[in-house]
């Protein structure tokens, strides 16, 4: 028997999305509202696209990060 100690690679369990707290200056989040809804986006989703952008102009970006969860109902399926 093989324990993960030993070589073997480890399996990754799905992580749930993480919670934080952010404090941003009012006029910040106004700004970054209005950002969201020209987009379709809400800020929560907006803040993380804009954090993966910013990690990938970096190359910070895990490799193993995921797509960004798609949000909203799901498209029309055609007939």
């Known amino acids: 028997m093989t324990s993960e100690s030993e070589g073997a690679t480890p399996r990754r369990r799905p992580q749930q999305r993480k919670q ?5 200056d009012p006029l910040v989040y106004e700004a970054l509202a209005r950002w969201a809804g020209d987009e379709l986006r809400s800020a929560n989703a907006q803040i ?29 399926s055609e007939p």
């Open 48 to 76: 993380e696209f804009v954090l993966r952008k910013a990690l990938a102009e970096a190359g910070r970006l895990p490799r193993d990060t995921g797509p960004l969860p798609r949000r909203g109902r799901p498209p029309v």
């Open 20 to 24: 934080v707290l952010l404090r941003l």
